[in-house]
């Protein structure tokens, strides 16, 4: 299956790339996909634990379940001043 990737503000930079696409197998859940950009962009790894993750316009926990043609976002965490 294919999903979509959007990257946003600080992981926009890390990357340098503002999207990109995986290929997963079936049931594959968010944490595969987690796993999957960490070994393309391995700079994101130590933000694993602060990373906001949303699938369509939901927050999602790293257990969920993705399917073929998901919109994944992946969004630092809120910074104030």
């Given at each position: 299956?294919s999903?979509?990737?959007?990257?946003?503000?600080f992981f926009?930079?890390l990357?340098?790339?503002?999207?990109t696409?995986?290929?997963?197998p079936p049931?594959?859940?968010?944490?595969?996909?987690q796993?999957?950009?960490?070994?393309r962009?391995?700079q994101?790894?130590?933000?694993?634990?602060?990373?906001?993750?949303?699938?369509g316009?939901?927050?999602?926990k790293?257990?969920f379940l993705?399917r073929d043609?998901d919109?994944?976002?992946?969004?630092?965490?809120?910074?104030?001043?």
């Amino acid at each position: 299956m294919s999903v979509h990737v959007t990257f946003y503000s600080f992981f926009r930079d890390l990357t340098g790339v503002a999207e990109t696409t995986a290929a997963l197998p079936p049931d594959s859940r968010l944490s595969d996909l987690q796993e999957q950009l960490f070994a393309r962009y391995p700079q994101l790894r130590p933000m694993q634990k602060s990373m906001l993750l949303a699938v369509g316009v939901d927050y999602q926990k790293p257990d969920f379940l993705l399917r073929d043609q998901d919109q994944v976002a992946l969004f630092p965490p809120v910074q104030g001043g």
